[in-house]
DNA sequence: GGATTGACCGAAATTGTTTTACGGTCATTG
DNA sequence: CAATGACCGTAAAACAATTTCGGTCAATCC
């Protein structure tokens, strides 16, 4: 039985299960029944632990995002369903929920500098296949960077937080539909 | 001398600088210059007090936004300079400005609920000006809300979050340009 | 003798208690 | 009878006492 997975595997299900702060080191050892020292000569603090598990779960999330596109569809359609996917990874996930839920109350930095990086790599998904339609010549020139950070939040914005704040949430045709008639729209080369 | 107008004033001056949880209400009669009893014959709590005044706030607001747009316009120069405008007053404005200082880091409820009531002002404001560009046929046929929820959630994202997480600011120009390419243009008839 | 462990350490958080501050009332006052 | 401020109950702040936790390292094990 290998030590350092049986650490990551413990400290994963705890994590998802109590969030980062409320995670001991002790508590990890006990599930991973190895010594607390043990943990230390694999990962050199509670945040570097946190770091690559963290860091394994968004590779998990590209690969799901990945699959659940054709490559030979529009960019419309993939970007579309990249997001939604993404999205409903980062809200389904077991640690990824807790962790939203952690920053949301507790405010935990280390939460949030990871939480960061999850909505990075959902940009720089987005602005890599950007990238790619702009050079095919599906898509008109333009910084894929920052347009691919306005799909990011307006897609947050009625995922997530139009049904927070105005009670009902948006049928995904619906979204489809708005993006279609409007950003998509304005894309086209 | 008015006593309800000095008490506003007072109670104007007093949320401004300490924010809603930190005003007291002997505070406010103090600089008011009456008794603490006397306000409660004008306002039947302190949150009462404080949604008249920030509600006088956003009607401020609205007349810098109408002020500073011309009707004869296309719709993208309206909404982007109004746009502009309400965000730099939520910012720049004392009142408004420590309230979201104290939603950040303290979260008080009421502080919440008027933040919101701002932020439906200008979706509506805009939203208001979209349906007239529809109307008049200069803008395709869409629904105003949620087109007008996107540009809000998008200009926030660009004009206040970006600098933010990512240091340097954009330009106004860089901004305006990104919209004209992307969102502004998939809406034309 | 290198890997593993858990008792141990200081810092930080939590808990429990006392004191203070605050929003709101209302008997008194001018 | 409009205006006031002492007064009330609650809620928050302040303080103290206690516990918890991340990280270390001398002792232990294989």
Redesign the interface.
């Known amino acids: 039985m290998d030590r350092r997975k049986e650490i990551i595997l413990a400290a994963t299900r705890s994590f998802s299960m109590f969030g980062y702060k409320a995670t001991t080191m002790d508590q990890v050892a006990k599930i991973a029944k190895v010594g607390k020292g043990t943990i230390y000569t694999f990962f050199s603090n509670k945040e570097e632990l946190f770091q690559e598990i963290v860091r394994s779960t968004i590779r998990e999330m590209r690969s799901e995002a990945q699959a659940a596109i054709n490559p030979d569809e529009p960019f419309r359609i993939k970007a579309h369903l990249a997001l939604m996917k993404m999205l409903e990874f980062r809200e389904q996930h077991a640690l990824l929920g807790k962790l939203i839920e952690e920053e949301k109350e507790i405010r935990t930095q280390a939460v949030q500098e990871m939480l960061?990086e999850v909505e990075e790599e959902i940009v720089g998904f987005i602005a890599a296949k950007l990238k790619m339609a702009i050079d095919r010549g599906e898509v008109?020139k333009?910084?894929p960077e920052?347009?691919a950070?306005?799909l990011f939040?307006?897609y947050v914005?009625?995922v997530i937080?139009?049904p927070e704040?105005r009670g009902e949430p948006?049928s995904e045709q619906?979204i489809a539909d708005?993006f279609n008639?409007?950003?998509?729209?304005?894309?086209l080369a």
């Open positions: 960061f008109r333009c910084d920052l347009v950070y306005m939040k307006s914005a009625f937080e139009w704040t948006l619906t708005l008639e409007t950003l998509f729209r304005g894309l």
